[in-house]
């Protein structure tokens, strides 16, 4: 049987390393946000032919700054600019028929800034009540648990074990955007999401185990009962997490472009939330009670 109780502090320290890198990163980075949080166009243009980025730069270039150009398929091109009117927006891709060759128009996206800012603002709330609502809802379900571990305790080890996740996800975004302008959207808070709710599934696997043993093991040490309660679930856990990481990495490897970053937030996210789940939320629940002993 996996002692992994007896380590705690040596998943922890993971832990730790990766939260003060995302904290660091957030800290002096920051976040680079998409049109949907701060305003802006999305073109999508399809051509006969796969058509040269460069030329399409430097038509664009003129036109407006700070645009941003990539490839999506072989032929067609996704073009993101600041807020233009429809004029400017008329002129920009008349400027590159003429000068790229002809297209057709797949979509056209405007955002406004304060409807971008009105959006980032419900994005942050929807995180805190999705977090309100695990705590209040595992309290709950948890309210019969044996002692000496309270339903409470149950709720926030969830929690705490959710931070983790979406710090993780959200460092690395913060890298990649700072050295590789990777823009987060509304996909990206959808994708923290579902995170959330894959994270705390599998937490909760292991809790209600600990729960069921903390009756039937009643008199045993709780870190006895706690890590046998993890090694009973824990190939349940790897294998269901196994399971989606592969459907991820196949559409992260032969994916659309416009997926691409999304899936990428769920591949992360389900790592670190397979990982808090065993090794960081359990042992909260240890420590916690060991730390409750010691007062007493």
Do not use: C
Not at 66 to 83: E, L
Not at 161 to 182: C, E, M, N, R, T
Not at 202 to 214: P, S
Request: aromatic share 12%; hydrophobic share 50%.
């Amino acid at each position: 049987m996996l002692n992994i109780i007896k380590h705690y502090k040596f998943w922890f320290g993971v832990s730790t390393a990766l939260l003060i890198a995302s904290i660091i990163s957030l800290a002096i980075f920051g976040l680079r946000f998409g049109i949907d949080f701060k305003g802006g166009t999305v073109t999508q243009l399809s051509f006969a032919k796969a058509p040269n980025l460069d030329q399409i730069k430097a038509v664009v270039a003129k036109d407006t700054d700070g645009a941003q150009i990539q490839s999506a398929g072989t032929s067609d091109v996704i073009i993101k600019t600041k807020p233009l009117e429809k004029p400017e927006h008329d002129k920009l891709e008349a400027d590159i028929k003429a000068q790229v060759g002809d297209f057709t128009e797949k979509s056209y996206t405007s955002i406004g800034p304060i409807i971008g800012q009105e959006l980032r603002s419900k994005a942050i709330y929807q995180l805190l009540l999705v977090a309100l609502g695990i705590v209040l809802y595992i309290g709950y379900a948890f309210r019969k648990v044996t002692k000496p571990i309270t339903a409470w305790k149950f709720g926030w080890a969830a929690v705490i074990a959710l931070v983790h996740d979406l710090f993780i996800v959200v460092g690395l975004f913060s890298i990649l955007g700072h050295f590789f302008k990777v823009e987060i959207d509304s996909l990206f808070v959808t994708a923290l999401l579902t995170v959330l709710g894959f994270s705390v599934h599998d937490t909760i696997v292991v809790f209600d185990r600990i729960r069921e043993n903390l009756r039937t093991e009643a008199g045993q040490p709780i870190d006895y009962i706690v890590n046998h309660s993890i090694n009973q679930t824990i190939v349940r856990s790897l294998n269901t997490s196994l399971t989606v990481l592969f459907v991820l990495l196949s559409l992260l490897l032969f994916g659309g472009v416009t997926i691409r970053y999304f899936v990428l937030a769920l591949f992360i996210g389900i790592i670190a939330g397979t990982y808090s789940s065993i090794f960081i939320a359990s042992p909260i629940l240890v420590i916690w009670e060991r730390w409750q002993s010691k007062r007493a």
